[in-house]
């Protein structure tokens, strides 16, 4: 695959990352998604991945190949929806039962839609390494970060938008490893993010 189509192949994952994070959100926030729900649309995920590798679904054949990145597709087809509704389901089922709990989880999606696809956007003008990981940039965490909080703040308080966005965005750019796996961010940065929603809260009732 040349340059030019792996940008385009990247803008067009980074667009759609953003439309299904968004989309969950309006899911969840006007009742159609439910715990239940998101574990049935990640189990039909995986057997649908499975069966990918071996033939051809319509739609979902037509999804893969035009959202999917070359090496995900020979592998794990549809690793990013796996991951993201896996993601969804960890904060939920952690979340939905404290107070504000479904804003909590709405301000994570978006954090996790606008704030990871802020790099894409940076790469080619991003000089500051992370400091943590010399294969990311400072500039894309900082925008990510900024991206973020905009689509957080329209859930919970701009200090908890802000906080948790920051901190999301920052251990985003840190390889975290279970054994030999690497944790995918559409895991770690909404559980970072609602965790420092929630973690804020306890502060300030503390003090």
Sequence with gaps: MNRDMLNKLELRRQFFHMLFGVGLVVLINVGILNFEIILILLLLGIVLSILSKRM?????????????????????????????????????????????????????????????????????????????????FLEGAILGAFLGFIGAVIFVHPLEALIASSVAMFVEGIEIKLGMAEVDDNITIPFVAALVIWLVRLLQTAF
């Design 56 to 136: 051809k679904i319509p739609i979902v054949h037509w999804f893969l190949q035009r959202f999917e990145r070359e090496d995900h597709l020979k592998k794990f087809p549809g690793k990013g929806v796996i991951f993201y509704l896996l993601g969804t389901a960890i904060i939920y089922g952690l979340f939905i039962h404290r107070p504000e709990g479904k804003n909590i989880i709405m301000a994570s999606i978006m954090i996790l839609a606008l704030g990871d696809s802020a790099p894409l956007f940076v790469r080619h003008i991003a000089r500051i390494r992370h400091p943590l990981n010399d294969k990311k």
